[in-house]
């Protein structure tokens, strides 16, 4: 099966500093990944969609700014959360879509665990 | 709005016994697809089961099945004779034809005990 892999899985950090999430898929291209949040005992939400080579568009509510996202090729996207506040801290879960795209089946990463202090 | 519903937020049983998670779905669109993922503690999601909108056939894989009726707008899971490593949340999730992004129940809560 498709492999998603995140990187780091777990970050402590900080109030104010930035950190960067990678999302990769292992063995197929990913022209689409999606980023989510979920908060404990929450369900996931859908914070961006990202395509390679364009700008991410993003759901209501999340800040464009604050979330950056970079997809710069069909086997990365990248999601920085920059000066993070403890309000940031989460679950932070990646997902890929294969090419050629099976748009019904999302591929998804392990999960990032962030804790700011 | 709420495009999945989970109703029961937690459900306890003891093993051997069957649980049934409960989905009603909320959509115009007449291409859609149905997942169910399970969380363990871990918190990585697994992919259990995915379904098209055309496909009203029930599934059985082992100890889980699905029952899909668009009648009533729902894609019940049934978990038979559970086991302890069943213990998990359950996400059940709509993908509509128009964009295929995924809205999320809330999940269900499922503990097994021995």
């Known amino acids: 099966g498709a492999v998603v892999s995140q990187h780091p899985s777990r970050v402590i950090c900080k109030s104010g500093t930035s950190v960067k999430i990678e999302c990769r898929s292992l063995?197929?291209?990913?022209?689409?990944m999606f980023w989510y949040r979920q908060f404990p005992k929450q369900s996931l939400m859908l914070m961006a969609t990202s395509n390679e080579g364009s700008k991410a568009t993003y759901e209501q509510g999340v800040e464009k700014d604050k979330f950056l996202i970079n997809h710069a090729s069909l086997t990365l996207s990248t999601l920085t959360v920059t000066s993070a506040h403890p309000e940031d801290s989460s679950f932070y879960i990646c997902?890929?879509?294969?090419?050629?795209?099976?748009?019904?089946?999302?591929?998804f990463g392990p999960g990032t665990r962030l804790l700011v202090l | 709005a709420q495009k999945v519903t989970q109703a029961q937020t937690e459900i306890s049983v003891v093993e051997k016994e069957d649980v049934t998670l409960d989905c009603v779905y909320e959509?115009?669109?007449?291409?859609?697809?149905l997942f169910w993922y399970k969380q363990p503690p871990s918190g990585e999601l697994v992919f259990l089961i995915r379904r098209n909108s055309f496909d009203e056939q029930n599934e059985i894989s082992g100890r889980y099945s699905w029952n899909f009726q668009k009648s009533t707008s729902s894609f019940n899971f049934t978990i038979t004779a559970s086991q302890v490593v069943d213990s998990a949340v359950y996400f059940c999730a709509l993908s509509e034809a128009v964009d295929y992004k995924l809205s999320f129940g809330a999940g269900t809560t499922v503990t097994v005990r021995a």
């Open positions: 063995d197929f291209q990913a022209t689409t």
């Open positions: 959509t115009r669109d007449t291409t859609y697809y």
């Open positions: 997902s890929a879509e294969s090419i050629p795209a099976r748009q019904e089946t999302q591929y």
